[in-house]
């Protein structure tokens, strides 16, 4: 069955340090989601991305973040600055079409010190 | 008023009960529902969509109801495996996004 893949699963950084977080979507699919779940908290939408560009993004997804697709299987989340009320759980998702079913990926859970 | 609302639990429950949850909605415009079900620092997986006419999948049947802008989960026979969170998801205000619910936290005792 295919699946959404994340890496890296675990990542530790400095505050202030730069972090990239990888996501390979589902390969027929169109849609592409992060979202972040903070420990004991609901999961947040951060941004919708489709056809190379943002589609949406919510007020959390500030000039610190990023997005890109840079070739044809990835999908990174930049955070430029890191602080520590970044560390949370990151959920890439995709989806076929929208609104529709989101699969997300196990996640990548980020710890800023 | 939150986007989407739950009650978080936890709904202790015998194996075999029957429970049900709730969640509401704000934006009565929206279209698209869902449950998921999220188990202790996994991923969210998709349970099942919420149809507009109600639908069941085994012992799961979730209903819409739009003029009180709630939807339900209803799950018979209870077992151990259902412990979970199970979220609530809205496709919001923006329209394309999907909004979770804080979730409502199952356990399933023997």
Redesign the interface.
Known sequence: EPEVTQTPSHQVTQMGQEVILRCVPISNHL?FYW?RQILG?????LV?FYNNEI??K?EIFDDQFSVERPDGSNFTLKIRSTKLEDSA?Y?CASSRR??????????SRLTVL | RKEVEQDPGPFNVPEGATVAFNCTYSNSASQSFFWYRQDCRKEPKLLMSVYSSGNEDGRFTAQLNRASQYISLLIRDSKLSDSATYLCVVNGDAGNMLTFGGGTRLMVKP
């Open positions: 849609y979202y908290q609901k999961v947040e939408f919708s589609s949406e919510s759980m959920f929208v609104p529709g079913e989101l699969f997300f990926g196990e996640g």
